[in-house]
């Protein structure tokens, strides 16, 4: 029998609904805010959603996980990690983004520390369970947590510098970090003057606590750890929050 001319069916059929969800992607992409959540539920609504392959699972992915709210978590996790299998770059990452959100909700640890909160206008990393190692981490192109750590620590620290440059305080906040990059002798004779280790400048408090230790933290009205100044000898004292107007600014 001559198939030329012919058709097969499964083909066409997977290649037309690949089509429908392709340009419904491209129509989230496009789409102005205020329509993108109609969009994404209409998406979510398309039964050849279940056959999304490829860039297209991960892009319907994204557009679940970040504009469907809480009951897309699954079906973006599931279209996350279908696009992993296949080999398509970034979508382990969603994948691991989904299940964290997921076990948030339900009052779990996340498993793979992707999401993270505020506190006082510092980036926080969520609770982490400590069940996925770094190995497992690398395999769906996370950092590990160290690094991910170290990355939210050096953002903000530039939040608290930008915050001391602008001065006042952010929307709704009644407190806040501010940061100016004290040096350890400025920090050690400050501790002379102030050996209880908190002084004020203007509406900006500082705090310093000049010894080595794994954590300072100042309770319980102030709950953000300092960060260190100099070197490790402990000799520049640890550095966290302080305020302006009523932000908390530097701490030492």
Sequence with gaps: MDGEGTENPGTAGGDSAADGVGDL????EMAE?????????LLARTPELQQAQGANALRA??????HGGPQMFSIAGELAARAHREGV???????????????LLSGRP??????VTTH????????????????ARARIGLPTLAQRRTEIDRRNRELARERAEEGGLPPGQRLCRVWR????AFLEERLEADPA?????GDELTFACPIDAAGVLPRPAIELPMWRVGGGNGGGGRSGPGGRRGRVGRAA
């Design 25 to 28: 992607l491209a129509r989230i």
């Design 181 to 184: 990059d004290p040096s350890p």
């Design 61 to 66: 992915a994204r557009a679940l996980s970040v």
């Design 89 to 103: 770059p970034g979508a382990g990452a969603v994948f691991a983004e989904c299940a964290d959100k997921m076990s």
């Design 33 to 41: 805010p205020a329509e993108i959540p109609m969009l994404v539920q």
């Design 197 to 201: 280790g908190c002084w004020d400048d």
């Design 110 to 115: 996340q498993q793979f520390g992707t999401v």
């Design 120 to 135: 006082l206008g510092d980036l926080a990393l969520a609770p982490v369970d400590g069940s996925v190692d770094d190995e």
